[in-house]
């Protein structure tokens, strides 16, 4: 009822639930009629030839049971919010109710979170409860993009293994989840042309051990070395600070077919990850990147 830009509505909502109440009790009072000694007459309703009503008040537990209602009700709309902007003789909102209910929450989690915020990631990382507690948060918040398991699905990072686009260090995890990342492969279709984007989608297929043309990724190569050295590097081993890919090994974002990486250097790729920082606050990231590190860190066992 706070949100109301005008009084109008304000006003409309209190007058109808009154108007509502008046016009129940009127009802009732209406229909209190006083029994009448000796045969009480018939209402004069015939249905199916020769069923008729006797004209008999409304039974008084029935009558009793019709007034305590509206007694609640008035009372209801007393106590609690419901006519207008009226908030109540107790000042209830379902807002304040769940504040009350995170803070009691807070109340008793809050030690774990201290406990936990004085520890580094390596060793909430290895603590069984912190890891409970950080799986689910990610099943929570991060299984719509990595998946359940973690690893990952076509334009989404695998977490599992220990290929990291910005780095996979403890500072550089939490960093990631806090303030999220934004990945831009500019396109270079219309700079190298369709020839020129098929050689050096060769020259990249011949880094990782692809298969590939010998011909066009010599070709490619120089264009490489022209326009992809700023990000990937003379080696192609990308650069963690640009979250540029290591193109050297056998791990594909986006997949390393010919097609798809023809596709990837003609209309380049932008991906997001969202910051959750505000959403989860700064217990809650710690914990989730704890566990984020785990799942690499029991990998590279």
């Known amino acids: 009822m706070s949100d109301f830009v005008s009084d109008t509505w304000h006003y409309y909502v209190a007058g109808l639930v009154i108007l509502s109440l008046m016009f129940c009790i009127w009802v009732l009072i209406s229909n209190m009629t006083k029994r009448v000694k000796g045969p009480v007459a018939l209402h004069g309703h015939i249905w199916d030839e020769d069923l008729q009503e006797y004209n008999n008040p409304l039974p008084r537990w029935w009558m009793w049971l019709f007034w305590l209602t509206l007694a609640f009700g ?3 709309f007393t106590l609690y919010p419901g006519l207008g902007r009226w908030q109540g003789k107790i000042g209830w909102s379902a807002v304040g109710q769940y504040k009350a209910e995170v803070a009691a929450e807070d109340a008793v989690i809050k030690p774990i979170y201290d406990k936990y915020m004085k520890q580094d990631l390596l060793a909430v990382a290895a603590d069984p409860e912190a890891q409970v507690m950080g799986q689910r948060l990610f ?6 993009c990595h998946g359940s398991d973690a690893r990952g699905a076509k334009g989404f990072p695998n977490l599992t293994d220990t290929d990291w686009l910005y780095g996979g260090e403890s500072a550089t995890i939490k960093t990631t989840i806090t303030g999220g990342r ?3 492969m500019p396109p270079w279709g219309a700079v190298l042309g369709a020839d020129g984007v098929k050689d050096v989608a060769n020259y990249v297929r011949s880094l990782s051990g692809l298969a590939h043309d010998s011909l066009r990724a010599q070709r490619g190569k120089d264009a ?22 290591n193109l050297t090994d056998r791990v594909w974002l986006w997949g390393s077919s010919e097609a798809t990486i023809i ?3 003609s209309k380049g790729r932008t991906n997001q990850m969202p910051a959750f920082k505000e959403r989860l606050g700064d217990e809650k990231v710690h914990l989730l990147a704890a ?6 860190k029991s990998q590279a066992k």
């Open 291 to 296: 566990y984020v590190l785990s799942l690499s």
């Open 263 to 265: 596709e990837t250097v």
């Open 74 to 76: 008035i009372a209801y």
């Open 139 to 144: 099943l929570t918040y991060c299984t719509q």
């Open 224 to 245: 490489f070395m022209t326009n992809c050295v700023a990000c990937h590097g003379p080696e192609g081993k990308g650069n963690a600070a640009l979250g540029a890919p």
């Open 182 to 184: 934004n990945g831009v």
